[in-house]
């Protein structure tokens, strides 16, 4: 979001314009950055300029602070490519585009172990804050009407999560004014756990969220454990208090590589699950699935209905137009990669973190906080900080390319600072020792400069 105009008086000529070698052969006017442009440009001279310009980004195989995929096989990106037009909300005129969502939804529905045998009852959205959003409304409006149903009051709706949870459940909280109790972390223990939850909720809780896959650690929170008190609490005190399973990650890497865990529809108070399928669903960029328990969990009046081949498709999602392509690839994976070809995948992932995780703690100068055997990401800090931090460490790495972000852990603790490696598909075994052989130089550099100061503020956004 730009809160300023870029006041162009304040800027040097040169930085007001920008005059492309190519342009030069086809133009000869410089182009200002922050006008619209009086006169066109040749296709390819705008091409090469942007295509240009571009190469200051980061090199996305090489980010591994990001959770979204930055690999696709060549047939998918074509795939991809042949279907930016089509608009998914455009129902009756795409029909066969609404047909493949409805495929994913109920094949992601069965993957979690959806106990309804009738069609599924989800959607896709842009990411899992879209879906995130739609659960926690679903909870909001399944609460008023169990508290309106009792004759009780319907003005002090809370969700109850841990203060790890990932930005989106804060905006949720904000945006449809429901009161966020946020469980704070403890030193050594980064996740929420069943004794803590049943100290914050209350008749008025609209659900609890859980992780499986926290963006700090990476680690699963215990869904089961959770379930199993609020089972009790729910019996003893005639509540339903719900649990929603923020699965952006772990939701397609449990089923696959984890599936003696239970955390998904096996368990009676998960009534909802999201996750992202641009994460480990293998898609590139924005495209998300919320699945509820079945069509009782999903409140009639927050469905609108769209033609659809001239009936009645019902829809529930914030945004309208949005690409359909997403969409199209994802169901590419789910028939080109099959269960085995998931599971195949992320265990070699899987395998990698832990590999590398192993590595680094080995090396000396760091201890793991996580350590990539729940999703394939894994965390760790410096055991002390002498003449250099975290901070210092990762800026280094990243003149050899490698995007590692360093954070401080939330309130409480945030004394902690750790380092984040995501492992996804595209990073293979040798890339993993390219990067450890950096790390290696990294760390002799720093202990040749021992009256160097360490860098103790500082991070990069990690969500
Ligand atoms: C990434 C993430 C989100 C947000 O997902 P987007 O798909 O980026 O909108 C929410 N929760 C968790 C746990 C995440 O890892």
Redesign the pocket.
Known sequence: MTHKKVSLTNLDYDEQFITPAYGQRAMDSDIPKYELPAQSLPPRTAYDLIKDELMLDGNSRMNLAT?VSTWMEPEAVQLMSETFDKNMIDKDEYPQTAELEKRCVNILARLWNSPAHEEATGCSTI???EA?MLGGMAMKWKWRERMAAKGKATDKPNIVMGVNV?I?WEKFARYWDVEARLIPMEKDSYKITAEEVLKYVDENTIGVVA?M???FTGEYENVKEINDALEDLNTKTGWDIPIHV?G??GAFIAPFIQPEIEWDFRLKWVKSINT?G??YGLVYPGV?WIIWRDSNELPDDLVFNVNYLGGQMPTFAINFSRPGSQIIAQYYNFIRLGHEGYRSIQQNSSDIAQYLAKKIADLGPFQLISDGSDIPVFTFALKKIENYSLFDFTAKLRERGWLIPAYSMPENIEDLVIARIVVKEGFSKDTANLLLEDIKRAVKHFESKKSMKPTLKGGSFH?
Request: with cysteine; charged share 10%.
């Open positions: 959770f990411g899992s804050s995130c990932q989106c992780i896959g926290t963006t923020d952006a990650s992202s641009h994460k998300g969500h």
